[in-house]
């Protein structure tokens, strides 16, 4: 992993760091605010944080006596350019497969009514 997008998707591969990322979306919280919910001590909600900050998602400051971590926006835009390049690839995909089955429906729809008329003609002693 060399580049920023794999240390961003590796750092939010745990529930616990994306938890943490979510709230930070609401603003800025102390490593204390951070760890309130969890039932981990203070050196693994560190831990956490230093992989959030290895892959540039979040920075801590210094505010007076507080040390407030903030979620770095910008990377979620390197990420949504990410997604949405294959996103738009995939829906040119179904768009073509949606294409294609239309295309066998309308054949099928074609040959379907074909064969109904050459039944009914055989019934009746005719030919098609």
């Given at each position: 992993?060399?580049?920023?997008?794999?240390?961003?998707?590796?750092?939010?591969?745990?529930?616990?760091?994306?938890?943490?990322?979510?709230?930070?979306?609401?603003?800025?919280a102390t490593v204390g605010e951070l760890a309130a919910p969890?039932?981990?001590?203070?050196?693994?909600?560190?831990?956490?944080?230093?992989?959030?900050?290895?892959?540039?998602?979040?920075?801590?400051?210094?505010?007076?006596?507080?040390?407030?971590?903030?979620?770095?926006?910008?990377?979620?835009?390197?990420?949504?350019?990410?997604?949405?390049?294959?996103?738009?690839?995939?829906?040119?995909?179904?768009?073509?497969?949606?294409?294609?089955?239309?295309?066998?429906?309308?054949?099928?729809?074609?040959?379907?009514?074909?064969?109904?008329?050459?039944?009914?003609?055989?019934?009746?002693?005719?030919?098609?």
């Open positions: 992993m060399t580049d920023q997008l794999s240390y961003v998707f590796a750092a939010l591969a745990d529930p616990t760091r994306r938890d943490m990322v979510a709230r930070l979306c609401a603003g800025d969890y039932d981990v001590s203070m050196q693994a909600v560190s831990k956490h944080l230093k992989v959030l900050e290895g892959a540039g998602l979040v920075t801590r400051g210094r505010d007076a006596q507080r040390r407030p971590v903030h979620l770095e926006a910008e990377v979620f835009d390197l990420m949504t350019k990410w997604i949405e390049r294959y996103r738009r690839e995939a829906e040119a995909r179904y768009q073509r497969l949606d294409d294609v089955l239309a295309q066998l429906d309308e054949s099928h729809d074609n040959h379907g009514t074909h064969d109904t008329q050459d039944t009914h003609a055989s019934r009746r002693g005719e030919t098609a």
